[in-house]
């Protein structure tokens, strides 16, 4: 049974704090994403990554930045937090010529 | 870059009945079209998807149908259930297992 764990549910962060939200698969899948849920707009890629230190940008990567040092690993970094970074942040992960993106449960994130 | 619109954004049905969303897409490359169900406090879940070389798919209570021609694909769910009540996101993309587009999402709401 495929796993995505999110670090957190749920953060509070303060305007220009550097904030790390760290997502792990248990499935040894290639791909992963970060995308961002926000109402009425629904889910925008801001990042993904085919292989071990590979990052492409998605449709939306300003303020963001990505690391993934480990296959199973992928972090996204806001490295100075703002307010309309307040979002519900997840992350999913595919494996190769397969069709199912597994999304974790998603942090809810807060910037004040 | 691929553009994705869902309609409508809030549907309401009484039990038993028939719900339909619907999606529609600009980019002719776009070749596959999956659909994700979001539960509070989850991540979005496949539900059903289908390829551009097929019409109609169809998974017990739920069916999928697609016009290349016209670019639109709808979600059928007949019988609903309170448990269909969910956010629905319909998704393109022009390679199987690739970047996802979403649309903005539909809350279905069954009611009893």
């Known amino acids: 049974d495929v796993k995505v764990t999110q670090s957190s549910r749920y953060l509070v962060k303060r305007t220009g704090e550097k904030v790390f939200l760290e997502c792990v698969q248990d499935?040894?899948?290639?791909?992963m994403f970060w995308y961002r849920q926000d109402p009425g707009l629904g889910l925008r890629l801001i990042y993904f990554?085919?292989?071990?230190?590979?990052?492409e940008k998605g449709d939306i990567p300003e303020g963001y930045s990505v690391s993934r040092e480990k296959k199973e690993r992928f972090s996204l970094i806001l490295e100075s937090a703002s307010t309309n970074q307040t979002s519900m942040y997840l992350c999913?992960?595919?494996?190769?010529?397969?069709?199912?993106?597994?999304f974790g449960p998603g942090t809810r994130l807060t910037v004040t | 870059g691929e553009n994705v619109e869902q309609h409508p954004s809030t549907l309401s049905v009484q039990e038993g009945d028939s719900a339909v969303i619907k999606c529609t897409y600009s980019?002719?490359?776009?070749?596959?079209f999956p659909w994700y169900k979001q539960e509070l406090g989850k991540g979005p879940q496949l539900i059903i998807d289908i390829r551009s070389n097929v019409g109609e798919k169809k998974d017990q209570r739920i069916a999928v149908t697609l016009n290349k021609t016209a670019k639109h694909f709808s979600l059928h769910i007949t019988e609903t259930q309170p448990e269909d009540s969910a956010v629905y996101f319909c998704?393109?993309?022009?390679?199987?297992?690739?970047?996802?587009?979403f649309g903005a999402g539909t809350i279905l709401r069954v009611k009893s």
């Open positions: 980019d002719s490359a776009s070749n596959y």
């Open positions: 499935m040894d899948h290639e791909n």
């Open positions: 999913a992960s595919i494996t190769g010529g397969s069709a199912e993106q597994y």
């Open positions: 990554s085919y292989d071990v230190k590979m990052k």
């Open positions: 998704a393109a993309s022009r390679e199987y297992g690739n970047k996802l587009v």
